[in-house]
């Protein structure tokens, strides 16, 4: 919630008034800001993706955000889960150093210095309900669900809805339409 | 035109189309507000729903901070015209998206308020929250104008209008049809009233339409013309005979009023030939009437004086308030001092001048109004004898009483040179009779006689006098006093052998002396002037006008008529003294004493049978309450 205040001056400004938007992007360290709206974002996807049932050990187990590699968002990601359920789960975050250390989890950040090890990631996921998130520009290419990229400012989202499909998870239609379908056959 | 001057079957038709009007009136005021309630709840029902599903579509722009997503959501309301604006609030309660998007800021409410929709002026609006999976993300502002509501209004309006429209044609249509068959035997049987009062045609008859209550009416109203007709017929025979009657009536009346002028004629004569003043007021003191004499004695003429108060006029100013006042006390009481008899007072003139008037007010009533008649007569000149009667009378008694004075003075001073006379040539008899020649003795002899019958003329002349002095008078028993006489007169009727019979005597009030003496005198010149039969002499009396009448009768030597009278005056004698002795002062002394008691004396004779003598005495002297007045009043 405090997360959610401290974000809602930059939509405003993004919206409403460009100059103030400007000298609030510069007052902070860029990474920071946007960092603290992706974990924002993370947090959303828990309301707007369903999971199969199968997906938790048992109705009251946790929904575990996992990162792999470094940890880009300081606090912010803590402080915008703390204390939420999803459905009876609560929600708890989970880091992993290296893909050997990946343990079970259902959403899955994947650092933009780990997507090389996307490959491996791959098959070590296939078959589980696994959101992989990323902020890497060629996340989509190598078979990645969600991506947030920067377009006129502002955090947007990619989703591929095969792969999430091939996930055995459900995207509500509203993020859908919020996000930008990346088609990987097309391309 | 007021509704209850119009026909009845305009009335009908109002009342009908009046009631079914506001009937309709009602229920349409009761649907117009039943269809305003719900529509405001059906308005805000909408508005609410339409919310939730904006709210619920806008929940992941608002999680993905996306306003252009939600931009584009809320300007899906455009499908709704009535929904004239829309907000996104985040979770901050920041400004996220606005519809329309070209909208001004300041239509806005700047943060989220309570959540709810409610009317304010002719708009809807209020607050849902954005929610998605109980994670409040946001909150959503709807305003929509009551636009649809008007419309719906109107619509309900003209709809209304025309049903009423509809429903007063209909009502005019029905009750036009129906009316008539209430009113139409009404308005009938009305123009059949109306024919028959302008015409006065009674034989007429309503014709009957039906057996309801107007059928009733109709033929009451027929019964009634009926009634009218016979009523009429009786009503005519009845005037006939009451034209007769005034015409009788009038002649009968012509005749009593020519009565009634004349009479009025000789009244007027009479009131006018009377020779009293005749005043008529009325009782406000105003002259009603005013006759010819009451012109002369007044001065004032009638046309001056009738119609003016009375008292203005004739009465003197001293007694103006009196009469008003015995005025008011009549009517007051009924009580009129000076009413019905005979006043004398003084009276004004028309020149000012006071003069003596007797007067006698009646009063008498005229169609319950009281009227005063006064007759009046001027007694200046009457007045005038009387006081110069009275005068004389006056005069006359002083006289008298100084003549009875001088003879009485006169006989009593006389008595006492007589003494002297007498008991001189007595004692000049006693002692020279005989001593000195026989014409000496007769000298003597003649003047001892004259001397003596000088002091019986005196002694009388002394009694005569001694009538009027004024004694206190007194019951005096007649029988006890004759009884008296008789044995004071006992030598004489020893003497002459005289037979007195008296009948039982009452008893009178007066001078017991004066009565003593008027009865030995005269019984006693019935013995002494006795014929040649021994005396037979009778008392007896009787009530004559009130007065006691006593009569003495004898059979004497009678006294010739020519003389009746002149017996009673003093000194005159019928008789030489050789016959009978006397002074001629007796009678005279007796006839005194009877006017003294307020009576008469006289005498019925015959010379040679004898003579009757009568006097009165007056009854009614002891109820008279000053005897003085009465003495002195007899006197004069």
């Known amino acids: ?187 | 035109m007021l509704l209850k001057d119009q026909p009845i079957r305009k009335k009908l038709m109002r009342v009908i189309i009046l009631i079914s009007g506001s009937v309709l009136l009602v229920t349409c005021s009761a649907f117009f507000f039943y269809e305003y309630y719900s529509f405001r709840q059906k308005t805000i029902q909408t508005l609410s729903t339409t919310g939730k599903i904006i709210a619920a579509n806008s929940t992941a722009a608002l999680a993905f901070a996306n306003p252009d997503d939600a931009k584009e959501i809320l300007s899906a309301l455009a499908a709704e015209q009535h929904i004239v604006a829309a907000s996104l609030y985040d979770k901050d309660g920041k400004l996220f998206a606005l519809y329309p998007a070209t909208s001004s800021l300041t239509n806005f409410p700047a943060k989220p308020e309570k959540r709810g929709y409610e009317f304010k002026g002719s708009f809807i609006d209020g607050f849902a929250p954005v929610i998605q999976n109980n994670n409040l993300l946001g909150t959503l502002y709807l305003k929509s104008d009551l636009q649809a509501m008007y419309e719906r209004f109107k619509l309900y309006s003209i709809l209304t209008i025309f049903v009423i429209g509809l429903s007063f044609l209909l009502a005019y249509f029905l009750s036009s049809i129906l009316q008539k068959r209430i009113s139409e035997p009404i308005t009938v049987l009305a123009e059949t009233a109306k024919a028959i009062s302008e015409k006065g045609d009674y034989s007429v008859r309503a014709t009957k339409l039906g057996e309801d209550e107007l059928g009733l009416l109709t033929d009451a109203f027929n019964n009634m013309l009926s009634q009218i007709q016979q009523q009429n017929y009786k009503l005519n025979e009845f005037n006939k005979s009451l034209e007769q009657k005034v015409i009788e009536r009038t002649i009968d009346l012509e005749f009593v009023n020519k009565e009634l002028i004349e009479s009025e004629a000789q009244i007027q004569s009479v009131f006018n030939s009377a020779p009293d003043a005749v005043i008529v007021i009325d009782s406000d003191s105003n002259v009603v009437r005013w006759n010819a004499q009451a012109e002369i004695i007044f001065g004032w003429k009638a046309d001056e004086i009738i119609g003016n108060p009375l008292q203005n006029f004739i009465i003197p100013e001293k007694y103006r308030e009196r009469h008003l006042n015995g005025m008011k006390h009549f009517f007051k009481t009924g009580e009129g001092p000076v009413l019905n008899k005979t006043i004398e007072l003084e009276a004004l003139n028309k020149s000012g001048a006071e003069f003596a008037c007797a007067l006698s007010i009646a009063p008498t009533q005229l169609k319950g109004k009281y009227l005063f008649i006064a007759f009046a007569r001027d007694i200046t000149k009457s007045k005038k004898a009387e006081s110069e009667l009275k005068q004389k009378s006056l005069e006359l008694s002083r006289s008298n009483a100084d003549l009875e004075q001088f003879a009485y003075v006169a006989s009593h001073d006389l008595q006492e040179p007589l003494r002297t006379i007498t008991s001189y040539v007595q004692l000049l008899g006693k002692r020279y009779k005989d001593k000195l020649d026989q014409d000496a003795n007769d000298f003597i002899n003649f003047a001892i006689d004259g001397s003596n019958r000088m002091r019986n003329l005196i002694n009388s002349l002394l009694e005569y006098s001694r009538v009027n002095r004024i004694k206190p008078f007194e019951h005096i028993d007649m029988n006890d006093l004759l009884k008296d006489v008789l044995q004071n007169l006992a030598n004489s009727i020893k003497e002459s052998n005289a037979n007195i019979v008296a009948d039982d005597l009452p008893t009178v009030y007066g001078d017991l002396v004066l009565i003593d003496q008027l009865f030995q005198n005269l019984i006693g010149n019935a013995i002494k002037y006795k014929g040649e039969k021994s005396p037979e002499i009778h008392v007896s009396w009787k009530r004559e006008n009130g007065d006691y009448l006593f009569s003495i009768k004898d059979n004497g030597i009678g006294i010739p008529k020519e003389y009746s009278d002149k017996i009673f005056v003093i000194f005159q004698r019928l008789h030489g003294k050789d016959k009978y002795q006397g002074t001629g002062i007796g009678l005279a002394i007796c006839k005194k004493i009877v006017e003294r008691h307020g009576g008469k004396i006289w005498v019925e004779s015959e010379p040679g049978k004898g003579s009757t003598f009568y006097f009165t005495i007056k009854a009614n002297l002891k109820t008279t309450k000053n005897m003085e007045e009465n003495t002195k009043a007899l006197i004069a």
Not at chain 1, 132 to 146: I, L, N
């Open chain 1, 1 to 187: 919630m405090t997360v959610l205040k401290m974000i809602a001056p930059k939509f405003i400004a993004s919206i409403l008034l460009a100059m103030f938007s400007v000298s609030f992007t510069t007052a902070q360290p860029p990474a920071s800001r946007e960092y603290q709206i992706k974990a924002i974002f993370l947090f959303n996807f828990t309301q707007f993706i369903e999971w199969p049932a199968a997906a938790f050990a048992n109705p009251g187990s946790p929904l575990v955000i996992g990162i792999l590699g470094e940890n880009p968002f300081g606090s912010y990601l803590h402080d915008a889960i703390t204390g939420e359920k999803v459905n009876g789960h609560p929600l708890i975050i989970q880091r992993f150093s290296s893909i050997s250390q990946i343990q079970p989890c259902h959403i899955l950040f994947i650092n933009q210095t780990e997507t090389n090890k996307f490959g491996q990631l791959e098959t070590i996921l296939k078959g589980q309900s696994v959101l992989t998130v990323s902020d890497a520009p060629d996340f989509m290419k190598r078979g990645g669900m969600v991506r947030f990229f920067t377009k006129s400012n502002k955090t947007q989202l990619q989703i591929n809805l095969e792969s999430i499909k091939a996930a055995n998870l459900v995207v509500s239609s509203k993020l859908l339409r919020l996000a930008e379908i990346f088609e990987p056959n097309k391309k």
